[in-house]
T-cell receptor, first 111, second 113 residues
Framework: RKEVEQDPGPFNVPEGATVAFNCTYS??????FFWYRQDCRKEPKLLMS???SGNEDGRFTAQLNRASQYISLLIRDSKLSDSATYLC????????????FGAGTRLFVKA | EPEVTQTPSHQVTQMGQEVILRCVPI?????FYWYRQILGQKVEFLVS????????KSEIFDDQFSVERPDGSNFTLKIRSTKLEDSAMYFC???????????FGQGTRLTVV
């Protein structure tokens, strides 16, 4: 099992749609979880941290299910500008400080 | 808004040469990281650095690589004897806490010819 596994893409959705991304992680000791977005040939940019209680930031909602080792990101009312690759990032809590990136899920939002 | 800055944005080097990639982390951050991303592949962790020493490193980060914080602001990645397969985008990141959100620089594209 991969350390961090994401839905294969791409997702093609119309503007205004709701889209959900899923991510699973293999190490049950993992401690911190994040969603980043990456535009083509650019650096990853933090979208949001993911907390056990779930958290929301505008149109974006993140959920964490520790029992199932599963993280999700929901985007409501998709905009053209949401087109990007969404990266699931996990701190496996293996002693030092590191994060493992998923391969990413590509989203295309079309007019 | 504070940001991580990296120089140069693009470096071309001949196989076998040494390169130094430079980063200025966000000023009040204490944890520093290097990642790489080969074109079309995922972002891979290389090394983390805290309190003037390496905190953790990946299997990619072998004796060919080293990191240094030569002064209070810079954080460098040295790659000795570069190989063709070292061609990638190298990202520096920093965070306030060890398990906190990390902020990335714009990257240095390294091309080994």
């Amino acid at each position: 099992r991969k350390e961090v596994e994401q839905d294969p893409g791409p997702f093609n959705v119309p503007e205004g749609a709701t889209v959900a991304f899923n991510c699973t992680y293999s190490n049950s000791a993992s401690q911190s979880f994040f969603w980043y977005r990456q535009d083509c040939r650019k650096e990853p940019k933090l979208l949001m941290s993911v907390y056990s209680s779930g958290n929301e930031d505008g149109r974006f909602t993140a959920q964490l299910n520790r029992a199932s080792q599963y993280i999700s990101l929901l985007i409501r009312d998709s905009k053209l500008s949401d087109s990007a690759t969404y990266l699931c990032v996990v701190d496996p809590n293996t002693g030092g400080f590191k994060t493992i990136f998923g391969a990413g899920t590509r989203l295309f939002v079309k007019a | 808004e504070p940001e991580v800055t990296q120089t140069p944005s693009h470096q071309v080097t001949q196989m076998g040469q040494e390169v130094i990639l430079r980063c200025v982390p966000i000023s009040n951050h204490l944890y520093f990281y290097w990642y790489r991303q080969i074109l079309g592949q995922k972002v891979e962790f290389l090394v983390s650095f805290y309190n003037n020493e390496i905190s953790e490193k990946s299997e990619i980060f072998d004796d060919q690589f080293s990191v240094e914080r030569p002064d209070g602001s810079n954080f460098t990645l040295k790659i000795r004897s570069t190989k063709l397969e070292d061609s990638a985008m190298y990202f520096c990141a920093s965070s306030e806490g060890g398990r906190a959100e990390a902020f990335f620089g714009q990257g240095t594209r390294l091309t080994v010819v």
